[in-house]
């Protein structure tokens, strides 16, 4: 998450930004049920949980029932010990709380590296990759691509931020439609504002590219959807099957006011399918998850 998402976070939760009114519309009321947030933070690398207990209680006081943690480059682990502590810290919240794992493109010297390396962190428990970066790098570099080649041959989704530092790209997303054209059986997950700032690409390719998803998360992704909420509507419509949840929650988040991305979802006043798979059912299909 950049400072900016950050900033853009905080003005929609204190309701600062000046949205569309909801869209009108015949939609049956949908009740609040259990989310699946896609996308938080966590440092799990000592005992005790190290930030697990503190996220599954600002699970159960935000209605969230099951929730991924993506990691950070400050939250990796820097050797054996850490590594194991993390997984075993998670097992407590098996069915509950599950993780991601990533590796920087700058330290993997060949896919071949890479898969071995994913294959033993999917064995233990891992579901996706990210949130990958690209540190000052094009999406379709080739230091990203082996990763990419990586992820589709052991089967995690990627999951990758994009602005105008990190896997950059142009404003028709050319670098990105490259990795989901040399990859179709990986499912990129975009998120971050140098994606959602670019809607109208994006809608373009979900329509040519059944392996781009997107998450919500965020302020970039809460400013985008509430920018021109008609239009929002019809593209979650339109897109229903592969939109996800997420709030881009972390320690930053425990203690503060709720994060504005759930009444945002309500007030889209969407079909109650199209809610249900936006809150929940498409992260159970695409992750697998266990059903709650």
Partial sequence: MKTNDHTLLMLLTLGLLVVASPAKGTTAEV???PYVDIHFHADARTEGGGDLPNVAAWMKSNSVDRLIVLQFEKSMPQNEAEAKQIAENFKAYQG???????LLAKDVPDKEAA??????????GVIGFGEHYGRGLDFDDPKCMRLYAACAEVGLPVLFHMDGQNNKDDDKLSHLENALKTYPTCVFIGHGPGFWARMKTMDGLFASHKNLYADISAGSGAKAVSRDKAYSREFLVRHADRVLFGTDGGPWSFGKAKPPHFELVKSLNLPADVHTKLCRENAEKLFKLEHR
């Fill in 96 to 102: 509950q709380i599950y993780r991601f794992t990533v």
């Fill in 31 to 33: 009740k609040p049920a």
């Fill in 115 to 124: 898969v071995k390396t994913l294959k033993k962190m999917k064995e233990e």
